[in-house]
């Protein structure tokens, strides 16, 4: 009981803490520069988000089929192995391609910039909680399994700071080239 308390506890701080970051992050003024080297910059930022968008977005989808297989062994004993990950992908790729698509669509083809706060806040949750529960079964764990980690939390840190960066430059693309108030 104490230790959920205290992981409740600790998540919020967390959580609080990254809020108040990026609150403070996000009130930077725009520098003063050309149109066309903020568009050569965003052309540059775009390109790394994107690449660093299908990274994670593989090695996600990788550790939830394993996760999936892992779960299910009745499943799989009934159907057999390549059965069960057929359905497997099946049924996780739905639910799994709407999320691509609707944070594809609102950071990258929106320029938006509300669904990068919500990415910027719960990547850093999803990975302390991913670190905890690895730490909570260390006495099980293999070196693949660290090494899995590692992997994920390298390309999760990658995908969070080209996120901090898109969040940034679509930031300052509404107050650079949306027009002015009349």
Not at 99 to 123: D, E, N, R, V
């Amino acid at each position: 009981m104490a230790s959920t308390t205290t992981f409740f506890l600790v998540s919020f701080l967390f959580v609080f803490g990254l809020y108040r970051l990026l609150k403070l992050l996000g009130k930077k003024p725009v520098d003063a520069i050309s149109l066309d080297a903020f568009l050569m910059r965003e052309k540059k930022v775009r390109k790394f988000w994107l690449i660093s968008f299908c990274m994670f977005s593989a090695f996600s989808y990788i550790g939830l089929t394993e996760m999936l297989l892992e779960k299910n062994g009745s499943f799989i004993e009934a159907f057999g192995f390549w059965q069960a990950l057929a359905i497997n992908l099946f049924f996780a790729s739905i639910p799994f391609s709407i999320g691509c698509w609707i944070t594809y669509h609102c950071a990258y083809f929106k320029k938006g910039t509300a669904w990068l706060k919500w990415l910027l806040i719960t990547i850093p949750g999803k990975v302390l909680l991913n670190v905890m529960q690895e730490l909570a079964n260390s006495a099980d764990s293999s070196p693949s399994s660290n090494a899995f980690l590692l992997a994920g939390l390298s390309i999760a840190l990658f995908y969070w700071i080209w996120c901090l960066r898109l969040h940034n430059i679509n930031s300052a693309r509404k107050t650079l080239i949306s027009p002015a108030p009349a």
